[in-house]
């Protein structure tokens, strides 16, 4: 009988649901580009853990923001992201392969 109290299965839990979403979030915006809230109405992960992913794909250079107008969902002006590099602004891709180039 496997022991649901110990604290290493519950974190190996959370671990593998951040994965989950993180891929989730990542395959989604390689084909749409969206909004956080609309992200998190067509995928079901909750808007709060969406804006932390979207940094943590920011700082690794995997995320983009392509525009910032009203959301389609909340009626609110918000960025509209997407994390295709054919989508990406183009002057951020240039810098980006300049400092690829210096390793």
């Known amino acids: 009988m496997k022991n649901t109290n ?3 299965d519950k974190s190996n839990g959370k671990a593998k649901a951040h994965s989950n ?6 395959q989604y915006l390689e084909k749409e580009v969206a909004t956080a809230s609309m992200v998190s109405e067509a995928t079901g992960v909750p808007q709060k853990n969406i804006c932390r992913y979207k940094r ?3 700082k690794a ?5 392509i ?3 009203t959301c389609k969902k909340t009626g609110f002006k918000a960025w509209y992201l997407t ?3 054919e989508k990406a602004p183009k ?3 240039i810098q980006l392969n300049l400092f690829s180039s210096w390793n």
Not at 21 to 26: E, V
Not at 61 to 65: A, P, S
């Open 6 to 8: 110990n604290p290493q």
């Open 21 to 26: 979403q993180l891929q989730t979030i990542f």
């Open 56 to 58: 943590d794909l920011e």
């Open 61 to 65: 250079g995997r995320l983009w923001e």
């Open 67 to 69: 525009l910032k107008t």
């Open 83 to 85: 994390t295709d590099p």
């Open 91 to 93: 002057k951020l891709l």
